[in-house]
């Protein structure tokens, strides 16, 4: 597990404290939609970071190709219809290049900023010229007003506890899952971003944002700026 990161409940836990079968069991929303309208008809996407393949099988019913790379072999083993790439993202180096990168999850927001750098990198070492990054924030509340609740549409219960500071600028985040007949937890580190912060980040690696794709700013596409800003 990785230092920070923990996750309890039935079934397979990954290093980052995700549950597979919770991960099998929650619902998605209209980010399949909104990806759809943002990318090429028919584009390849390589989706970094894809657990059972939530967004990968709607992806896939919209024509589009995709990639699914996630670091857990148990994880993958729930894809159908994509081609899938076991190992750590932040170490993927294809021999190929993609219309569209996708770093959903609220990955950019890694609580290790050297994770979040290798991240991006990934996403640029993989970009065609005339390609885009979809990335997915955090929202500007997400840490904020704790604990509070949703429900999801199959009538389970999102339960965002607490988010702690721990030190360097980030959380350490507690969520609970409740359904019917279980219950999972997670806890994992996340480093909150301002807009101005994120646009750094992107700019380090030689991104910047095309346009925010969401009116609450956690949907963002990306492309290419020329050449990565130097660290100071």
């Known amino acids: 597990m990785r230092a920070g990161h923990e996750g309890t409940g039935p079934g397979a836990i990954t290093p980052d404290g ?3 079968e919770l991960y099998s069991r929650l619902s998605i929303g209209d980010e399949p939609d909104i990806i759809a309208a943002a990318v090429p ?3 390849h996407i390589l ?3 894809s657990g059972v393949g939530r967004m990968t099988h709607p992806l896939l019913e919209r024509g589009f ?3 699914a790379v996630d670091e857990s072999a148990e994880m993958l083993e729930r894809v159908r219809g994509a081609r899938t790439i076991c190992g750590p993202i932040e170490d993927l180096g294809l021999d190929e290049k993609f219309d569209v990168v996708m770093l959903a999850s609220f990955l950019v927001h890694a609580g290790d900023a050297e994770v979040r750098r290798a991240l991006l990198r990934t996403c640029v070492r993989h970009l065609a010229e005339d390609g885009q990054v979809l990335i997915q924030r955090e929202g500007a509340d997400y840490h904020t007003n704790l604990p509070r609740e949703r ?3 199959s009538g389970y219960t999102v339960r965002l506890v607490s988010s702690e500071p721990v030190g360097d600028g980030v959380n350490s985040v507690h969520v609970e899952y409740e359904f019917p007949d279980a219950v ?3 806890t994992f580190r996340a480093r909150p971003l301002t807009p101005e912060q994120f646009e750094e980040a992107l700019a380090e690696a030689g991104l910047k944002v095309d346009r925010y794709l969401t ?3 956690i ?3 990306a492309v290419s700026s020329g050449s990565p800003v130097e660290r100071r």
Do not use: K, M, N, S
């Open 215 to 217: 009116e609450d700013g």
């Open 41 to 43: 008809a028919g584009a």
């Open 219 to 221: 949907w963002v596409r």
């Open 47 to 49: 989706e970094l970071g």
């Open 151 to 153: 429900i999801g549409p």
């Open 18 to 20: 995700c549950a597979v």
């Open 65 to 67: 190709t995709v990639t």
């Open 184 to 186: 999972w937890t997670q």
